[in-house]
């Protein structure tokens, strides 16, 4: 089975670029997150999807981030324009139905904003 | 809002002694705890979770965690370290009032293992 799957890896871009982050799940997992980690900081919940919906995106930071799932599968994060306090890891995780199934996770996008 | 404290940001241990990894949470009830590790260039992988009955709770790698409700406790451990097991290693909750589903992270805790 695979796992997680996050593209790129590492994006290097410049203040006020756009930046898309894409995600793969896990296949038939309907629970797909959003995380992220500031330098020296904690992990972040940044936003939870079922399926296509948004069911919490509490811990978005602004309107700069925009989340998609189109049709249940992958994700998009999306950021515009980019600042300096954006840079960070980004992780994805997803998981299976039942409140038991534990998250998995992606092994992260590295964000620089220069 | 549910939190978690891992007080040491690093730890060096050398190979073959024992480690314990301190976690402390902060929740009312009964929380669904986990301890996740990164090492270098991967991702964050789950070594155990803990959601009720047993409070010692073995996972991969040889580690082991247990639950001690009167101390707020989740601290990890293992008997003997191994070189590969240099990582940062992450205590999280899952927030009760998002189902669960919201996962509350600490820190983290560095690892280094001395020869």
């Known amino acids: 089975e695979a796992g997680v799957t996050q593209f790129p890896s590492h994006s290097v871009i410049e203040k006020g670029q756009t930046v898309t982050l894409r995600c793969d799940p896990i296949?038939?997992?309907?629970?797909l997150y959003w995380y992220r980690r500031v330098m020296g900081k904690e992990i972040k919940f940044l936003l939870h999807?079922?399926?296509?919906?948004?069911?919490?995106e509490s811990g978005m930071p602004n309107n700069r981030f925009l989340a998609e799932r189109t049709g249940g599968t992958y994700s998009t994060l999306k950021v515009q324009p980019a600042e300096l306090e954006d840079s960070g890891v980004y992780f994805c995780?997803?998981?299976?139905?039942?409140?038991?199934?534990?998250?998995?996770f992606g092994d992260g996008t590295r964000l620089s904003i220069l | 809002a549910q939190s978690v404290t891992q007080p040491d940001i690093h730890i060096t241990v050398s190979e073959g002694a024992s480690l314990e990894l301190r976690c402390n949470y902060s929740?009312?009830?009964?929380?669904?705890l986990f301890w996740y590790v990164q090492s270098p260039g991967q991702g964050l992988q789950l070594l155990l979770k803990?959601?009720?009955?047993?409070?010692l709770v073995q996972g991969i790698k040889g580690f082991e965690a247990e639950f001690k409700r009167s101390q707020s406790s989740f601290n990890l451990r293992k008997p003997s370290v191994h070189w590969s097991d240099a990582a940062e290693y992450f205590c999280?909750?899952?927030?009760?009032?998002?189902?669960?589903?919201?996962?509350?992270f600490g820190t983290g805790t560095r690892l280094l293992v001395s020869p």
């Open positions: 995780a997803s998981r299976g139905l039942g409140a038991r199934q534990p998250q998995h």
């Open positions: 296949s038939g997992h309907d629970n």
């Open positions: 999807f079922v399926k296509e919906s948004k069911q919490d």
């Open positions: 929740y009312g009830a009964t929380p669904y």
């Open positions: 803990y959601f009720s009955g047993d409070t």
């Open positions: 999280a909750v899952g927030e009760k009032n998002t189902g669960f589903q919201k996962l509350v």
